[in-house]
């Protein structure tokens, strides 16, 4: 980085939106209370206690970071880093980069406490959940909607992580106040939230369980541009005709629906039905089906037969093929 963000944690104070002045608390402080009742006391008890890492795997030590964001299929655009600048933990914007700040004693006295790994991880989730849900974007300080939305999403998370409910919802359960406050949540508010995420996550794995996996096969890529045009021989097996479609700027040539709901154009010398397009149900009552051509165009079909683009141009007419 060239300099240690922390060091620099005043000029946080000005330059993240969730601070206003320079004669507000502390921003670290007043960004995300959400463990000041307890954090002293825990620090005390605590003070040496293991940490969140966010090394590679090649060092024997868990990336929190990645993991966290594998399971939302994000990629680890944000960087963690130790401080004992924040008194718990924080998220914050500077210079246009997101970080995650934490105090590595304070997640060790609460892992402690909890008796559980899974509770510093849910501090750190938490605190993502405020980057995801735009919340470090906003002008303000915390507020209690913003603190539920990042609890679910800590839930959701560590659901997906392979943690239990109870898990999820320790370190919360052992820091977070009774009562909620103007910018904070109450305890049981807090729990409520962060199990509705570990249980909508629940429900998706769940689902998962009890459907076979969809083909992995990757989709064929078509080059439009050169890809020849499908032809259907008219001695194969006999194709039924609903309809005529008459185009204003060429009367003269032969245009037919069929009952795949393909259209095409008939070559009478050749002997040839060359498709150029096909019909789709819309959702419009007024215009009930789209014909869309290989190069995507779309024109829409009225519930009389009326073919419009998409100026409301009337440009053909779908009649009885006789």
Known sequence: MGQDISSNYRVFRQDNCHTKTNTQLDFFMKRLRLYRSLAGLLMVLWPTVGTI??????????????????????KPRFELQATSQVQNAA?????????????????????????????????????????????????????????????????FVLRKMGASMAQAQAAMAIVSDDEASPTHPGRSTR??????????????????????????????????????????????????????ITFRNSPDVPFYLTNRLNVVRVDPSERTAQVVGRLTRSESLSFPYVLIDSQQNRLYISKNGGIFDNTGRQVAMLSDPS
């Open 53 to 74: 890492s966010a090394q590679s795997s090649g060092s024997g030590q868990r990336d929190v970071l990645r993991e966290i964001t594998d399971v939302v299929g994000l």
């Open 191 to 244: 729990l409520t939230s962060i199990g509705e995420g570990w249980q909508r996550a629940n429900q998706q794995i769940v689902a998962s369980t009890r459907t076979a996996a969809p083909s992995a096969t990757p989709a064929v890529l078509v080059n439009r541009a050169t890809a020849p045009v499908r032809t259907v021989a008219t001695s194969a097996a006999p194709v039924s005709i609903l309809g005529k």
């Open 91 to 155: 998220a914050v914007v500077y210079g246009g980069k997101r970080y995650l700040l934490y105090n590595p004693q304070f997640v060790g006295a609460v892992n402690r406490a909890g008796r559980t790994d899974w509770a510093g991880i849910s501090i750190l989730a938490h605190e993502m959940g405020h980057h995801l849900n735009g919340h470090t974007l906003k002008p303000g300080g915390s507020n209690p909607t913003d603190e539920l939305e990042a609890d679910e999403f800590s839930g």
